[in-house]
């Protein structure tokens, strides 16, 4: 059974920063390409930011771009978006999916498996 879990959630200032994790389970990690999606209230899931498989290329979401980095560790099975300079915008649940696409998608269907979310609220 393939299980991506989130952690790191919360509530932070506007321009606070924030670390959330997702660590995967019951797949060969290092085959997968990971991303970040998110989705605030009423409005439709979207892309942040994703990784290739060893992590050597990453690409982001222009509204992040420049605040936000993701990172994996192959050792450990887990993905992190380290979120900088926060805005409430970025307020949302923050989700992590994994492909065995190689490359970065940043279309929601090309992705095999979600985690069930972490809740990031940043406050004005």
């Known amino acids: 059974q393939v299980l991506l879990v989130e952690s790191g959630g919360g509530l932070v200032q506007a321009g606070g920063s924030l670390r959330i994790s997702c660590a995967a389970s019951?797949?060969?990690?290092?085959?997968?390409?990971m991303a970040w999606f998110r989705q605030a209230p009423g409005k439709e899931r979207e892309f942040v930011a994703g990784?290739?498989?060893?992590?050597?290329?990453?690409y982001y979401a222009d509204s992040v771009k420049g605040r936000f980095t993701i990172s994996r560790d192959n050792a450990q099975n887990t993905v992190y978006l380290q979120m900088d300079s926060l805005k409430p915008e970025d307020t949302a649940v923050y989700y992590c999916?994994?492909?065995?696409?190689?490359?970065?998608?940043?279309?929601?269907?090309?992705?095999?498996?979600w985690g069930q979310g972490t809740q990031v609220t940043v406050s004005s």
């Open positions: 999916a994994a492909t065995l696409i190689p490359g970065v998608s940043t279309t929601e269907r090309r992705y095999d498996y």
């Open positions: 019951g797949l060969t990690f290092r085959n997968y390409a």
């Open positions: 990784s290739t498989l060893g992590g050597e290329i990453t």
